[in-house]
């Protein structure tokens, strides 16, 4: 069993779409948390670190749930620049990445 | 802001060379690491290193050996290239604690 695991998607959503991925961790040691986004043939870049209470950044939700070991991400209000592959990681002594997932918004 | 920099966004190299990687970071952070990402396998942890002169085997070494002489340079080393060691390479760098990590753009290397 990977580590960490994604739904590889794609997603294919509307632009104004509110979209949400999961993600779940089998080592209950992790300590941190985090969504990168990565766009294609470019380096991943962090997107938002994932906080135990669950925090915001505009239009975008992180949310962690450790009894279940599993951390989301929502989108709200969709836009054409946020088709990407966003890759949840967690951390330990070294960041574990999940495969990602691919979200294409269309007009 | 972190820079990460990695001295080629593309190489290609013949079987059985010796092949060189390298990363350099201005923020100075203790840790770096070599990832590759491959379709469908996503990012792989090759070699990390916490400190100068001090270095870790990731989950897949075989193939790799790593330099850490500076603090903020980490070389990658590919002893004798191969063809499945075709892939995007990719420099990150964190400081100490629970940090997410900051990557270089990434080096496509083809092994022909």
């Known amino acids: 069993r990977k580590e960490v695991e994604q739904d590889p998607g794609p997603f294919n959503v509307p632009e104004g779409a509110t979209v949400a991925f999961n993600c779940t961790y089998s080592n209950s040691a992790s300590q941190s948390f985090f969504w990168y986004r990565q766009d294609c043939r470019k380096e991943p870049k962090l997107l938002m670190s994932v906080y135990s209470s669950g925090n915001e950044d505009g239009r975008f939700t992180a949310q962690l749930n450790r009894a279940s070991q599993y951390i989301s991400l929502l989108i709200r209000d969709s836009k054409l620049s946020d088709s990407a592959t966003y890759l949840c990681?967690?951390?330990?002594?070294?960041?574990?990445f999940g495969t990602g997932t691919r979200l294409q918004v269309f007009p | 802001d972190v820079k990460v920099t990695q001295s080629s966004r593309y190489l290609v190299k013949r079987t059985g060379e010796k092949v060189f990687l390298e990363c350099v970071q201005d923020?100075?952070?203790?840790?770096m690491f070599w990832y590759r990402q491959d379709p469908g396998l996503g990012l792989r942890l090759i070699y990390f290193s916490y400190d100068v002169k001090m270095k870790e085997k990731g989950d897949i070494p075989e193939g790799y050996s790593v330099s850490r002489e500076k603090k903020e340079r980490f070389s990658l080393i590919l002893e004798s290239a191969s063809t499945n060691q075709t892939s995007m390479y990719l420099c990150?760098?964190?400081?100490?604690?629970?940090?997410?990590?900051?990557f270089g753009s990434g080096t496509r290397l083809t092994v022909v």
């Open positions: 923020m100075d952070h203790e840790n």
């Open positions: 990681a967690t951390l330990t002594d070294k960041l574990i």
């Open positions: 990150a760098t964190n400081p100490q604690g629970l940090y997410g990590y900051t």
